[in-house]
């Protein structure tokens, strides 16, 4: 990446960074107080009408990655009246989809009292919160499609401290609520959420206007420049069967639990979920903000330089995922212990499933920038495979071994897909070179992640601390297993990898300036 992309991308994950760490710690401390002030069948509730929602967002069809690949461009070279032309058209295709969306939600809700009929909730409690997220999702499509060029255009940060600042201002009103008013507390929460929405929309509009001032959309524009911008449609209908596989993973698996448990198991899973989502907020938001800096790289053509970033990128991504994996797993049933009690525990092989789940989805990431910058989507047969396999044996190993049977599943067509299938895609339609060089090199990564994870093992074991017992010994034995996992790591991915060693160079670079 150029000075100018790596500049840009070091902003962006600085100001996600500071946000991700925020967020994170008020996460935790919110669901404690959601629980002990309502119930955990309602944060279960949450949790599955948020899934709901997320199959019907399947309607988006992928139209905002095409849009932003087709801004790589017009973006490079300042053409601003096609920047314009184009975000036209995500308008014009997203409030159909508001549209859309809108209609299957109010068939869908004629079904509630069926598919919540093992819940002890009040039935409005399931009305009151889908509608609520209905709205903030709608809004999206209708009013807050423009901030697809911010992130194209590497100033994500701008968006992250008004929205994000928002978010807390929220949350702290929502907990106020829910702690001073507990018999409305719900009522606040669903209040509360509905009208920052609003403010969210409004706030996000105006940094638009800033930002881009030239921007003028005409939505009345939009069906003829459509027939101009045909490779928007042509993406749309690759990508549309691969967001149907992220659909699969990210919203299935809380109701395929619900289907073999209750709603308070899978508030248990939520608890968890919520560690790792905030690790992974953590994680991507050192990441995230490559995306747009990859895409003008590979706008370059310059495969050297290609090669070389694409390995930079793998090996740290590797490296730090492994360094927050190793301790996730040793360390969050202590956590779930300190923080909500052991009653609130999970089984080590749930445990293990999900990190496994956690990992992949770490270190997927690098693959999946590079295939999004070369726009190849049109392997649409891989993320309907991914999602069938992922349906099915969910179902099937979810019957015979519950939780951890529907994460088994979910692990077995990640494994044929995202790091079989996808890598060798890669190579071969994007980089056009053999896949070998990424197999060689993914083992040895693999091999060296074993041996970082048995030796870390065995430190664990011998630490003379109880990080279950007490918030002392938890916080001395994450800080031993993560600096000492991360360093161990660290030198040996130095030592046999190339990547590391180009990571070192670019940060040389950036100190000297």
Not at 33 to 48: H, K, R, W
Not at 75 to 92: A, H, N, P, S, W
Request: proline letters at 2%; one cysteine or more; aromatic letters at 16%.
């Amino acid at each position: 990446m150029t000075t100018s992309r790596t500049q840009k991308t070091l902003k962006n994950a600085n100001i996600s960074l500071v946000f991700s760490i925020a967020t994170i710690f008020i996460g935790f401390f919110s669901r404690k107080i959601f629980i002990d002030n309502l119930s955990a069948e309602v944060l279960g509730l949450n949790t599955v009408a948020s899934n709901l929602l997320g199959f019907l967002n399947l309607a988006e069809l992928g139209i905002g990655t095409a849009i932003s690949y087709s801004l790589y461009k017009p973006l490079f070279d300042d053409d601003r009246q096609k920047m314009i032309d184009i975000i036209t058209v995500q308008g014009y295709l997203y409030r159909r989809i508001a549209y859309l969306i809108l209609l299957v939600s109010g068939v869908m809700m004629c079904f509630f009292p069926l598919i919540f009929k093992k819940s002890e909730l009040p039935l409005w409690y399931t009305y009151a919160t889908f509608v609520v997220l209905l709205c903030s999702s709608v809004f999206s499509y209708i009013w807050n499609y423009k901030q697809i060029l911010l992130n194209a255009d590497q100033k994500n940060y701008k968006l992250v401290i008004n929205q994000q600042s928002l978010y807390f201002l929220k949350i702290i009103l929502q907990l106020t609520g829910i702690s001073l008013l507990p018999h409305i507390g719900y009522q606040c929460w669903i209040v509360l959420e509905f009208l920052f929405a609003i403010i969210r929309t409004v706030g996000l509009n105006r940094i638009i206007r800033k930002e881009y001032p030239w921007l003028n959309v005409e939505l009345s524009r939009g069906k003829s420049l459509l027939k101009s911008h045909k490779e928007i449609i042509t993406k749309t209908k690759q990508l549309f069967a691969h967001k149907v596989g992220t659909i699969a993973l990210s919203q299935a698996s809380p109701m395929v639990m619900y289907a073999y448990t209750s709603l308070t198991v899978v508030a248990y899973y939520g608890n968890y979920m919520t560690i790792i989502t905030g690790l992974s907020l953590l994680f991507n938001s050192l990441f995230s903000s490559m995306g747009a800096g990859i895409g003008n790289l590979v706008a370059e053509g310059n495969k050297q330089r290609i090669n070389k970033v694409f390995w930079e990128l793998f090996t740290s991504r590797f490296w730090i995922a492994l360094s927050i994996s190793i301790p996730l797993y040793f360390l969050s049933s202590s956590f779930v212990t300190l923080w909500l009690g052991k009653e609130y525990l999970l089984e080590d092989t749930t445990i293990l499933m999900m990190v496994v789940i956690f990992f992949i989805g770490a270190t997927r990431g690098i693959v999946e920038s590079f295939i999004a910058a070369y726009g190849l989507y049109h392997d649409t047969w891989a993320p309907l495979a991914e999602t069938a396999l992922n349906i099915i044996l969910s179902i099937t190993f979810g019957y015979f071994f519950g939780i951890s049977g529907v994460l088994l599943g979910i692990t077995l067509s990640l494994v044929l897909i995202i790091l079989i299938w996808k890598p060798y895609f890669l190579y071969i339609q994007g980089f056009k070179c053999s896949v070998w060089e990424y197999v060689v090199g993914y083992i040895k990564h693999l091999a060296i992640a074993a041996v970082v994870l048995l030796v870390s093992k065995h430190l664990y074991y011998y630490l003379p601390f109880y990080p279950s017992e007490s918030i002392s010994d938890f916080l001395i034995v994450s800080i031993i297993i993560t600096l000492a996992t991360s360093l161990f790591a660290g030198i040996l991915y130095y030592i046999f990898t190339p990547g590391l060693k180009y990571f070192q160079i670019r940060l040389i670079m950036i100190l000297k300036r």
